[in-house]
């Protein structure tokens, strides 16, 4: 029965940081996919600003900057997503005490079940209870 209970508190474990990472690694691409959307109307705003310019013979630089900086600064932000992402992953990996992201350095036992499990594991790979 100790073994049925172990195997379940794991598995419910694994469910739910698989549903959270997921749930927030689909709000990450969703954010991603609006920066997309908005450097693409900022390159046509910046082309029409473009055109404009030629066709009066006069330039706008202030216009241009002021766009390219906001583009810019749009792919930062895709980048630093992509990264909260990146990061997500290796939490979930330190988490279950799977991938190749896993520390193998120092070792800690499970209080409840014995299980060896690496020092930066924050749930039991055998039995899913919390360590620390």
């Known amino acids: 029965m100790a073994s049925f209970r172990?195997?379940?508190s794991k598995g419910?474990?694994?469910?739910?940081?698989?549903?959270?990472?997921?749930?927030?690694?689909?709000k990450c691409k969703t954010y991603i996919s609006?920066?997309?959307k908005e450097i693409r109307d900022?390159?046509?705003?910046?082309g029409d600003i473009m055109y404009?310019?030629?066709?009066?013979g006069e330039s706008d630089e202030t216009a241009l900057q002021?766009?390219?900086?906001?583009?810019?600064?749009?792919?930062?932000?895709?980048?630093q997503q992509k990264k909260i992402m990146e990061q997500l992953t290796i939490s979930e990996q330190q988490?279950?005490?799977?991938?190749?992201?896993?520390?193998t350095g120092a070792m800690i036992y499970c209080a409840q079940c014995g299980a060896q499990?690496?020092?930066n594991y924050k749930f039991c790979c055998k039995c899913g209870k919390a360590l620390g």
Request: hydrophobic share 35%.
């Open 12 to 26: 419910l474990t694994t469910i739910n940081v698989k549903t959270n990472n997921f749930m927030e690694e689909s």
């Open 95 to 103: 988490i279950l005490g799977t991938g190749s992201n896993v520390q």
């Open 66 to 79: 002021t766009i390219m900086e906001q583009i810019k600064q749009k792919y930062e932000e895709i980048e």
């Open 6 to 8: 172990e195997s379940l």
């Open 34 to 36: 609006t920066l997309e």
């Open 52 to 56: 404009g310019s030629w066709l009066s």
């Open 117 to 119: 499990n690496a020092s």
């Open 42 to 46: 900022l390159k046509l705003n910046l």
